[in-house]
């Protein structure tokens, strides 16, 4: 354990001042009474925060720096280099932090101390139906099986990069983040636990996650996280997991379930796939408090699962069948 923790956050930031402001607003509103540090990348933007950033540096200490475009991870690498404290946290620059945040962090830590931490990302009612639908479709137990900071997890908890904490001990001996993307947030978390640190899900530092996000851009992140999975059971064969067939499962049962029913004249056939639909709407218009939230959750879980099993399923024949090399294959997927 460290003798004394110095926190410092870790943004990278491209083309999105306003998110910054957000965020920084929220730093102004923490109870945490000790100093932190926090270190803003911008990673070859054309829209630049610095002018938001002046608004804010007589109220908190920032670091800023520009860089030439290389990607989050090797952005998040270059902030953990240059920043003064020996525990740093990431959040994504569209992520509000509650006030209690950094003083749950700390009073966890300082009670049981983990050299590598996770939380959860949640939505609040400022934000659209559309983005509390698509966040409860990515936090869900019943969709996700909690992979994305949940503690009632179905696998090992693996931190994200939206909301992730990170000693510099760990970053000197991992390297931090490599270079594909996305994917960069489980590998590291991989390689962590392959050093045989462990990893930790803290319930009460959840975050804000205000993703700035339409049911098109929706369907071709989930796309590429369905692409990036098989590269990671590559890579780190003792985190391949059954969870990650699910959505190519849940397209077949649904093919399945639908042309039974239609060719046997027999709406039994149905019954499953309505009854889980049914739950889906139910659980997240009781937990949005809002029915219009609750059906948007259905068009999500479709768009979820039908990009991210169709990719899986596509990526998985090309690099665990064909043998193809991931660069390669999938260029885009990797930063140079």
Known sequence: MLNTIKYSFIIPVFNRPDEIYELLESFCNQNFVDDFEIVIVEDGSTKRCNEIISVFNSKLDISYFYKDNSGPGSSR???MRLAKGNYFIILDSDCILPPHYLNTVHQFLETE????????????????????????????????GGIRGNKKS?????????NMGLSK??????????????????????????????????????????RRI???????????????????????????????????????FSICSITFS???????????????????????????????????????????FTAYGLS??????????????????????FFK
């Open 262 to 304: 239609v060719y046997f004249n027999n709406l039994l056939f149905l019954v499953p796939l309505s009854s889980y639909l049914f739950l889906i709407v139910a659980d997240s218009t009781i937990k949005n408090k809002s029915l219009l939230v609750g059906v948007y959750s259905l068009f999500a879980l479709f768009i979820q």
């Open 214 to 252: 339409t049911w098109s851009k929706f369907y071709l992140q989930i796309s590429k996280f369905g692409l990036v999975r098989p590269i990671l059971n590559i890579w780190h064969p003792k985190s391949t997991k059954f969870i990650f067939w699910l959505p190519t499962m849940f397209l077949l």
């Open 113 to 144: 101390f983990y050299h590598c931490f996770g939380g959860a990302d949640t939505s609040n009612n400022s934000f659209s139906p559309i983005q509390q639908a698509i966040n409860y479709t990515m936090t869900s137990l019943l969709s996700t």
């Open 169 to 210: 001990e760990v970053f000197d001996k991992t390297n931090g983040f490599s270079n594909i993307h996305p994917g960069e947030d489980p590998d590291l978390s991989f390689r962590v636990l392959e050093l045989n640190y462990q990893t930790v899900f803290i319930p009460n530092a959840f975050v804000f996650h205000k």
């Open 312 to 333: 899986f399923l596509k990526s998985t024949f090309l690099i665990n069948f064909l043998k193809r090399d991931p660069e390669k294959q999938f260029p885009k997927l």
């Open 77 to 79: 690498n270059y902030g």
């Open 154 to 162: 179905l696998q090992k908890f693996e931190p994200r990069s939206f």
